[in-house]
């Protein structure tokens, strides 16, 4: 392979790490294989680098005068058709707009690059809210119903005279829904939607898992797509939820039984508190990396199952790294870039089971 051939895989593997943590946390396994690839040489780290530049700077340029015949491919499709636009020098990029070819170029790297995608020309287009690392912010839409979002949340919101839906992709949020019966909320998030008319309730997507709690009103829970079967036994007859009561729909297993759940716990983080009760050890650790830069990483697929009952305070993420290690069966490894959790020993794994 010549030096042109690697520089270009080595950008068109960095671009794609870029879209893999776009779209949301990674799991476990991908995050064992970005800490290795971005540790193999100063060339991987630096190629990263400058793929997280190009798409902030790219989520600037207006796309909305591209031709509406360009088709909506999937976000992971894009990466082959952008990894042809890697090899423009570094210096250029800093500067996409000047002149025609600048502006046209602008255009078709984010096409291919947005983690949002776009609409059609003369579509509506959702308002969309975020938060970075260990960021909690509230926001009041257009309805008078106000959204608090945690740390590393992705949120589009429709507001309309015939409708009211949200979008959530990654993250949690706290909603405290207007009362308006001709326009029920809607909350949609992986493969399950969440509707009310004027309650207030939290959603919470993690990698595989969405978790709908009820702290006020009644939320019915159903499968974002009719056709799509949201029970692991095959039903997909909505879930009414009252207050105090959650469920949890995974990837694997479908919908769970309804439980109860501490109305004083749900939204706790939003005063910087991060409370579990019998969490297993892969969701405390998923909530965790929203609030530090510094990734951790579960390399042991057998403590993922662990459950823990504690509170933390999500500003000090290293105290809570070591209660974890002291109250489970697990020992950390800690590097600049990432902390690996991994079981102390198979036998004390063994036996917490």
């Known amino acids: 392979m010549t030096s042109s051939d690697e520089h270009k895989k080595i950008a068109e593997e960095a671009h794609a790490w870029q879209v893999l943590i776009s779209e949301g946390p990674l799991s476990p ?25 190009l798409w902030a700077e790219m989520s600037s340029v207006r796309v909305a005068e591209l031709d509406p015949a360009l088709a909506r491919p999937l976000l992971r499709e894009r990466v082959i058709e952008a990894a042809k636009f890697t090899t423009v020098p570094a210096a250029y990029l800093r500067h996409p707009a000047t002149g025609f070819a600048g502006v046209m170029l602008a255009a078709l790297l984010v096409f291919f690059l947005t983690p949002w995608g776009f609409e059609p020309v003369g579509a509506p287009s959702p308002a969309q809210h975020r938060t970075g690392v260990a ?13 608090a ?24 949020a706290m909603f405290d829904v207007a009362p308006d019966p001709d326009r029920p909320f809607t909350v949609v998030s992986g493969s399950v939607k969440a509707q009310a008319v004027g309650t207030s309730f939290l959603v919470s997507k993690g990698t595989d898992r969405v978790q709908i709690a009820v702290a006020e009103g009644i939320v019915d ?41 501490d109305v004083g716990t749900l939204g706790a983080w939003r005063t910087g508190r991060l409370i579990y009760v019998d969490t297993p050890l892969s969701q405390v650790v998923a909530d965790a990396n929203r609030y530090t830069e510094r990734r951790i990483i579960i390399t042991d697929e057998g403590v993922a199952d662990l459950t823990i009952n504690a509170a933390f305070n999500s500003d000090n993420i290293d105290a809570m790294l070591t209660t974890l290690a002291e109250a489970l069966p697990i020992t950390l490894r800690h590097y600049a870039d990432a902390v690996y959790v991994e079981a102390a020993t198979p036998d004390l794994l063994k036996s917490a089971h």
């Open 29 to 53: 396994l991908e995050q064992v294989k970005f800490v290795s690839w971005i540790d193999a040489s100063p060339e991987h780290r630096q190629a990263f680098e400058r793929a997280k530049l």
């Open 221 to 261: 829970v159903a499968p974002a797509d009719p056709e799509q079967t949201l029970r692991a036994n095959g039903s997909n007859t909505p879930v009414r939820l009252n207050v105090g009561e959650q469920v949890t729909a995974s990837t694997h297993a479908g919908l769970a039984a309804v439980s109860e759940i």
């Open 149 to 172: 979002l945690g740390a590393m949340t992705a949120l589009s919101a429709t507001l309309n005279e015939d409708q009211r839906s949200i979008e959530l992709r990654q993250g949690e």
């Open 135 to 147: 960021e909690v912010k509230e926001i009041k839409l257009g309805d008078g119903s106000t959204v």
